[in-house]
């Protein structure tokens, strides 16, 4: 195993939710990492993520371990949940809150 693959495991197995995006989730650089963003801060979710713009190793090494070709990445409890219209799609049905809560991980509920 490489050291790109086994940095990448211990980020998705430290945190609960992790995302791989560009920028940050206070300032994401890409209109994906934004709405991710957005979705994250109206659901009061506690999210660790990756700047993959900082590192070109974990950038393609991240695409690679996932076989997904497109930035951002969801990860929760060490699961690949997917990417931007995935998690969008996810949120709207109310699956992703679905998904949340079997997990055991706090969000805001609505009302």
């Known amino acids: 195993m490489s050291n790109t693959e086994q940095t990448i495991k211990d980020l998705i197995n430290s945190n609960d939710v992790?995302?791989?995006?560009?920028g940050s989730l206070d300032f994401?650089?890409?209109?994906?990492?934004?709405?991710?963003?957005?979705?994250?801060?109206?659901?009061?979710?506690?999210?660790?993520?990756?700047?993959?713009?900082?590192?070109?190793e974990i950038r393609q090494g991240i695409k690679d371990f996932s076989n997904w070709p497109t930035i951002p990445q969801l990860y929760i409890k060490g699961e690949f949940v997917g990417g931007a219209d995935i998690i969008r799609?996810?949120?709207?049905?109310?699956?992703?809150q679905t998904?949340?809560?079997?997990?055991?991980?706090?969000?805001?509920?609505?009302?």
């Open 18 to 22: 992790f995302l791989f995006m560009k």
């Open 99 to 111: 998904l949340l809560s079997e997990k055991g991980i706090n969000f805001k509920s609505e009302g």
């Open 89 to 96: 799609e996810m949120f709207q049905a109310g699956e992703l």
């Open 28 to 56: 994401p650089q890409c209109g994906f990492s934004g709405q991710v963003a957005q979705i994250f801060s109206y659901l009061d979710l506690e999210v660790s993520s990756f700047n993959i713009l900082e590192d070109e």
